[in-house]
């Protein structure tokens, strides 16, 4: 079984357990590394993520805990740096680089605007009362909160309307955005680990698209029939799907490969975690099915082959928000990663 997991958030953001108890658990579990991966302040929205000063302190503890355990477990400092995240990045061991967020069109032309006006500045509360000020599904949504997130995103507040195919179709679309976004996620953070790839998925399993439009809840994960009324909310099968997420894994090796040629070494290579050349590191995470939302992992099993075709590296994380989660589904999953 993998030895290490790199993916443990904490109360510094909305983990439910402190840094020390997450530390204990990994050394009781056998781990001989464990790395945090606080979520990265995001202004626009403030609500899961570390505050800028919880940053700091979350920086001081865990570099605290990597002493007082030195002689039982290493300890790593890390970051799940978000697309949309606006943080100090020197002080940490590796970034995960994640999608939580879409943007709209004028949502992004108003964050890059902001993020160009404030630049330099030390004190960000201007910029934090800006970004604050952007509109839930008009300028930006969550990819995971809610199951209607990315349907309001989409169609508005009210609910999606016409035809299956059409709702559908629209869904494509913002499948296709999301996928667009992942695909730049090496260039914007300059990360060392892919996290939770296709993570717009979270919520397929368990809701659809009911007759009205409505996103509602499907039977115990049970894979029904489109045309019962609670039809997925992505196609996954469809053929623009599946070109999409395929595009965004090509983007991510492409930049992967190009950072190597101008000089970058994955960090967790560095430090003697893995080696991963110009390949590009994909986490196979198991947090939402701790959660219950999820049956099988990030990401999707086809996805996983693809990027196994190309040469990838693949590693578990738990993703865990709790003490109790932080090698959930190790031994499980271990046959997707070889």
């Known amino acids: 079984m993998q030895d ?19 530390v204990l658990s990994a050394i009781e579990s056998g781990l001989s590394a464990a790395g945090f991966s606080g979520h990265s302040f995001t202004p626009h929205d403030p609500s899961y993520c570390m505050s800028r000063a919880g940053t700091l302190r979350y920086i001081e503890e865990v570099l605290e805990l990597k002493q007082k355990y030195a002689d039982s477990i290493r300890l790593l400092l890390g970051i799940e740096l978000d697309r949309y995240a606006d943080t100090d ?8 680089g994640s999608v939580h967020y879409l943007f709209s069109d004028e949502g992004r032309r108003k964050w890059d605007g902001m993020i160009a006006r404030h630049a330099g500045e030390t004190d960000r509360a201007a910029l934090d009362a800006d970004m604050q000020a952007l509109v839930k599904y008009d300028d ?7 199951p209607d997130d990315l349907c309001n995103f989409a169609f508005g507040e009210n609910g999606a309307s016409g035809s299956p195919d059409e ?10 955005l999301y996928f667009n976004t992942v695909g730049e996620i090496v260039e914007a953070t300059d990360c060392d ?31 029904k029939d489109p045309d019962d009324g609670a039809a997925p909310i992505f196609d996954t099968a469809d053929e623009r799907y599946v070109a999409a997420w395929k595009r965004a894994i090509d983007r ?25 050349g110009d390949k590009p590191v994909f986490e196979i995470n198991t947090g939402a099915i701790t959660r219950g939302y999820r049956t099988v992992p990030y990401p999707a099993a086809d996805q996983i082959d693809y990027i196994k075709s190309k040469g990838g590296v693949l590693i578990l994380s738990s993703d865990s928000h709790a003490a109790g989660t932080v090698c959930f589904g190790f031994e499980e999953f271990a046959h997707l990663v070889s």
């Open 89 to 96: 990045l020197a002080p940490y061991d590796y970034r995960i």
């Open 252 to 276: 991510i090796f492409t930049d992967c490969a190009e950072r190597y040629e101008n000089g970058y070494r994955n960090r967790l290579e560095s430090l003697g975690i893995l080696q991963a």
């Open 4 to 22: 290490y997991n790199l993916h443990m958030h904490t109360t510094y953001c909305d983990g439910q357990d402190p840094a020390e108890a997450m």
């Open 140 to 146: 930006w949504s969550d990819v995971d909160s809610r």
């Open 167 to 176: 709702i559908r179709s629209v869904m494509l679309d913002i499948a296709e």
């Open 193 to 223: 680990i892919i996290g939770h790839f296709d993570l717009l998925t979270k919520f397929n399993e368990g809701w659809g698209f009911g007759p009205d439009g409505k996103v509602i809840k499907r039977d115990a994960y049970a894979v």
